[in-house]
């Protein structure tokens, strides 16, 4: 059974940081893109970053590069997302998701309908 869990989420203060944790497990890594997504209140899930483990190439959003970071912990099964210089306005509940790989790469890194697999969400409030 394909779980991913994800943890970290809380309250923050403008320009603040928070660590998101993502916990996988039931499927392979390399055969999958593990990305973060993030929704807003009445809006569609947008994409923030995405790691191809088999290649180790990172994607991000233009609107939080040079901000968050995403990583993966491969013995642990785990990918983190490390934001920092947070934003009132990036208040939002923040998904973990993981889509076939040769999918994901070929129709679009934030195509949603292309993610299989998605957590629960954790919220992140960023006050101001």
């Known amino acids: 059974e394909v779980q991913l869990v994800e943890s970290g989420g809380g309250l923050v203060q403008a320009g603040g940081s928070l660590r998101l944790s993502c916990a996988a497990s039931?499927?392979?890594?390399?055969?999958?893109?593990i990305s973060w997504f993030r929704q807003f209140p009445g809006k569609e899930r947008e994409g923030v970053s995405a790691?191809?483990?088999?290649?180790?190439?990172?994607y991000y959003a233009d609107a939080v590069k040079g901000r968050f970071t995403m990583s993966t912990d491969n013995a642990q099964n785990a990918v983190y997302l490390q934001m920092n210089s947070l934003k009132p306005e990036e208040t939002a509940v923040y998904y973990c998701?993981?889509?076939?790989?040769?999918?994901?790469?070929?129709?679009?890194?934030?195509?949603?309908?292309?993610?299989?697999?998605w957590g629960q969400g954790t919220q992140v409030t960023a006050s101001s």
């Open positions: 998701a993981a889509g076939q790989r040769n999918l994901v790469l070929r129709f679009g890194i934030w195509v949603l309908s292309k993610y299989d697999y």
């Open positions: 039931g499927f392979r890594f390399d055969d999958y893109v």
């Open positions: 790691m191809s483990s088999r290649d180790g190439r990172i």
